[in-house]
């Protein structure tokens, strides 16, 4: 790799490291080039991404950025894990690692925040922005249905009331 390259990769993964939501560093030593493959897509599925960059470049990427607590974490073979949505890199990560015991989650951040292998898992059960949509319509729903059966009720009720009289005419 070429100085222009190592600028370009640095550059490309400061852009990342300030946009993204979450950052996973991990151990991925004994990882077949299959598992990786399949992490990176189920990554890719969930909106990050996954990359294994030298250490010493990652470092200088993430000067300056509002993970840079996280230096401290790249020692050995890592790879980092990242997505826009805060709980999508550590969901994929977590759940990955849950089958696969040759990743070990070192730590991440959210924002400014540091998170420890713990934190990340922690972040990692909580439901993503899409699920707290989905909640949340349904909670706006919920009091509009009962709402239409509440309404609705008296008008059944003096139906019920008209087709028994209706019926009892008519065995009269």
Known sequence: MDRAEKRELVTGLNDAFSSAGSVVVAHYAGITVAQMNDLRSKMRAAGGTVKVAKNRLAKIALQGTDSASIIELFKGQTLIAYSEDPIAAPK?????????????????AM??????????????????LDELRARLVGMIATPATRIAQIVNAPAASVARVIGAYARKDEAA
């Not at 400014?112 to 993503?128: I, M, Q, W």
């Open 92 to 108: 994929v990560a977590s759940d990955f690692a849950k089958g696969n015991d040759k990743l070990v989650i070192l730590g991440g």
């Open 111 to 128: 924002g400014t925040t540091s998170l420890n292998a713990d934190g990340v898992k922690a972040l990692a059960t909580l439901p993503s």
